[in-house]
């Protein structure tokens, strides 16, 4: 009976101090954080509770003898282990990558989170020491500062080559962003290779009987073990309708796909960070940011229903188009997430068709016109476009020629304003106007309100000038120019942007395989050139849809013009009775003044917590000098002190971490 009191009051007690702490610690507490929290400081500071003080005592023929000072203090060191705990357990809480790069809680449970932390951490160490070991640690202390280092470059791509998995097309995806790392880094992370062993045949049947929602034998009546084409994503089969007798393609996303993203994505994350951390021409190329940006690419890439769609919408979107481009048919009623049964092309890719653009009498230059102008109408009228329109995605059909459109698992998508922006980019290049190009760019970058307009037209003008007057321009040399003019200025593209930019440069690459002296520049200027052309003919050429559209902005703007004459009177009203106030500061914005008040009150409870500390400190000091019985009150006092002040500062350094983790 007696055990049962002295648990009920030990339970008493612990809600006590799981109620206080969730008060002093604020909102948005974690449930199992606080419990966790709680019972380990109730067991720790009762054991030693015990141990001090009531061992060797005859405590359980009364059990309230403990209520006493010391027990004060007992609960008070409870109440205060139990939040440093709570900050504890939010500082090592490990943080998910959520799509585009936010930090987003666990929706695990603790024991598989503490094991997913403690092998995420394993491999952390893992690639880190492989990095050490390459040299990255020496060479980035010598290129924090400089942009062409080729011992960097192998040191870097030794490390990406021996961690494996993810971290090999990682460095595989940057070996194309040449428009921000040097030729040293793209030469050497171009050789980056990954061994994928195939499928073997019992994988391929399991995950075609766990994927198609009939049966294998129902849905094909041949279907070819041997993959045509094997990648780190899912590996590519012939096979044969059994309802139709038409030739198909299956993709299959590898088994084990997920758990490499699940191990490494996180890391490689933490991995960019700690580079990062390293180097400041790391940081200041946004390496972090470019391992978040593929982080939230590759989980796209691996869920088929998205590439499916991708697939459907840019097909409807050039269904019209006087461009043609051959897009496979894909199969929906036996494709998911996990395969993709599509029309099998027959055809050949540009970087070894050769032979089929003589048997056929292909033009090339025609047929690279075509892919070209067909890429600039994706982005610049339906705004999703193909993002990875290399030799491997871009075939020659073997019956007549046409272009065919491959692989849809990487597609850009830009908004109307961005669309515009690319529109007036090409026509500011093709009249030679800085002024139309100033323009282009405020609709292209963020944060672009500070932009000192006489010298950002200045710098285009320069840009122009070198493009003047030549017979050819380097497509790449022309947008990294671009490219180095944003970054000069503190400026960025938006995402979708750059990933347009660089599409182009990989465009022109594979173009230049179809014909050699093909000028992407020149034919941009010639596609504007229609554009322009196109825009102004378009009310003549197309009557009856001019009219519509001109009475739907008609429609839309008639609501705001039948108000503006009762505005205006209003506003004349305000202005001869003087009470026209205008509000232009730092306040006058709701959210600005939140962030001044609510950071102003932290500053107020650092502030007030620092200062029960210094009083507290100094009256335990004092209180040693003094031979006195009020001087336990000086003690007693400058507990109470410290111990309000622990509670503040854990308080702000909870708060501080909750702001970094949504940051």
Not at 259 to 280: G, H, N, P, Y
Not at 403 to 411: Q, S, T
Not at 582 to 598: I, R
Not at 650 to 661: F, G, N
Request: proline share 3%.
């Amino acid at each position: 009976m007696v055990y049962v009191k002295i648990f009920i009051q030990v339970l008493v007690i612990a809600m006590f101090i799981f109620y206080v702490s969730g008060r002093l610690m604020g909102s948005q507490i974690n449930l199992m954080k606080r419990i966790m929290s709680v019972f380990i400081s109730v067991a720790f500071t009762s054991i030693v509770y015990w141990y001090s003080y009531l061992r060797g005592t005859d405590f359980l023929e009364d059990v309230y003898v403990f209520m006493d000072v010391r027990t004060i203090i007992w609960i008070g060191s409870m109440l205060l282990i139990s939040m440093l705990l709570y900050l504890f357990f939010e500082l090592f809480d490990p943080m998910a990558i959520g799509e585009k790069g936010e930090r987003i809680p666990r929706q695990k449970s603790l024991l598989l989170r503490l094991r997913n932390q403690w092998r995420s951490q394993k491999r952390l160490r893992q690639v880190v020491q492989i990095a050490v070991k390459n040299g990255i640690s020496r060479t980035l202390k010598y290129a924090r500062h400089r942009e062409n280092d080729h011992e960097l470059a192998i040191a870097f791509r030794d490390t990406l080559e021996e961690s494996g998995g993810i971290f090999i097309k990682f460095g595989q995806v940057l070996s194309t962003r040449n428009d921000i790392f040097p030729k040293a880094f793209v030469q050497e992370l171009g050789t980056l290779q990954q061994n994928v062993r195939p499928l073997s045949s019992e994988q391929v049947k399991t995950i075609l009987e766990k994927s198609l929602p009939y049966k294998m034998d129902e849905v094909f009546s041949q279907f070819d073990m041997t993959p045509i084409a094997a990648a780190s994503i899912g590996q590519v089969h012939r096979a044969v309708l059994r309802k139709s007798d038409e030739q198909v393609v299956v993709k299959l996303l590898r088994p084990d796909v997920k758990d490499m993203m699940r191990d490494d994505l996180t890391i490689l994350v933490e991995f960019a960070q700690w580079v990062s951390d390293k180097s400041t021409w790391a940081e200041n190329l946004g390496f972090r940011e470019l391992a978040i940006g593929f982080a939230s690419s590759l989980r796209e890439e691996v869920n088929f229903d998205i590439e499916m769609r991708n697939t459907m919408q840019v097909k409807t979107a050039l269904r019209n188009s006087p461009y043609k481009m051959k897009i496979p048919h894909v199969y929906s009623e036996f494709s998911n997430n996990q395969l993709i049964v599509s029309e099998f092309v027959h055809g050949q890719s540009v970087a070894s068709g050769d032979a089929l653009f003589y048997s056929l009498h292909v033009d090339r230059e025609e047929f690279a016109r075509t892919v070209l102008f067909s890429f600039f109408e994706q982005m610049l009228f339906s705004g999703i476009f193909h993002a990875d329109p290399h030799p491997g995605n871009i075939f020659i059909d073997e019956t007549d020629g046409t272009p065919i459109l491959l692989d849809f698992g990487a597609v850009g998508r830009l908004a109307e304003p961005q669309q515009e922006g690319i529109k007036l980019f090409l026509m500011g290049i093709q009249q030679n106007d800085a002024n139309i190009l100033y323009d282009a760019i405020t609709l292209l970058v963020e944060d672009h309100e500070h932009i000192d307009r006489v010298r950002m037209e200045q710098a285009m003008a320069q840009i122009l000038l070198r493009i003047s007057y030549v017979p050819r321009i380097e497509t790449d040399e022309l947008i990294h120019s671009f490219f180095e003019v944003i970054r000069d200025f503190g400026l960025s593209f938006y995402p979708s942007v750059g990933i347009a930019l660089r599409s182009f440069i990989t465009l022109d690459g594979t173009l230049s395989l179809i014909k050699k002296d093909f000028n992407l520049f020149n034919e941009a200027k010639e596609f504007s050139r229609h554009y322009i052309t196109s825009m102004i003919k378009r009310p003549f050429k197309e009557p009856i849809a001019t009219k519509e559209r001109l009475e739907e902005e008609l429609a839309l703007l008639l609501p705001a013009l039948r108000k503006i004459p009762r505005r205006v009177d209003k506003l004349m009203q305000r202005v001869e009775s003087g009470k026209i106030t205008l509000h232009h500061d730092v306040f006058s914005d709701k959210k600005n003044a939140m962030f001044v008040t609510q950071l102003f009150s932290r500053f107020v409870l650092l502030l007030v917590g620092i200062t029960f500390g210094i009083i507290s400190v100094s009256l335990l000091a004092i209180a040693q000098f003094i031979d006195a019985p009020y001087a336990v009150y000086l003690n007693s006092a400058a507990y109470v002190g410290l111990f309000l002040c622990s509670v503040l500062l854990v308080r702000l350094s909870i708060q501080a971490i909750r702001l970094m983790k949504r940051g």
